[in-house]
């Protein structure tokens, strides 16, 4: 059977998505670390340090796995998720907006994002 026709429960179920590269559990666990330690400083010196999670707000096994499932249930080119709020919303804002293009906002809105905008925004036009 495809993909694509199986029930939701059995897509998450079956997902391709995999916590670490040598190691595949039945289910994927949910890593609650916020900070990752490295054996060695050669290890820390690698290219993205041997993996992605350096800080939580960069990554995580836990949030690469949802983009996975994320993506293999909508069927979609791919998926981003952010592990901070303002983050997520920054990289709308730069991706959609350019000097002399109007935003307009709901009130109220979260703090640090009429900040972002009254401050960060502004002062690129």
């Given at each position: 059977m495809?993909?694509?026709?199986l029930h939701l429960d059995t897509k998450i179920l079956?997902?391709?998505a995999k916590p670490?590269?040598?190691a595949d559990p039945v289910v994927v666990p949910i890593y609650h670390s916020s900070t990752y330690r490295f054996k060695?400083?050669?290890q820390f010196d690698e290219p993205n340090h041997g993996?992605?999670?350096v800080y939580r707000r960069c990554g995580n096994p836990t949030t690469e796995?949802?983009?996975v499932v994320i993506n293999e249930i909508e069927g979609g080119a791919g998926s981003l998720l952010y592990n901070s709020g303002l983050a997520a919303i920054?990289?709308?804002f730069w991706e959609f907006l350019g000097a002399g293009t109007h935003l307009i906002c709901m009130s109220p809105i979260y703090s640090g994002t009429s900040s972002f905008?009254?401050?960060t925004l502004k002062r690129f036009g």
């Open positions: 495809r993909f694509s026709r079956a997902s391709h670490l590269p040598n060695t400083i050669a993996s992605n999670f796995n949802v983009e920054n990289a709308v905008i009254n401050e």
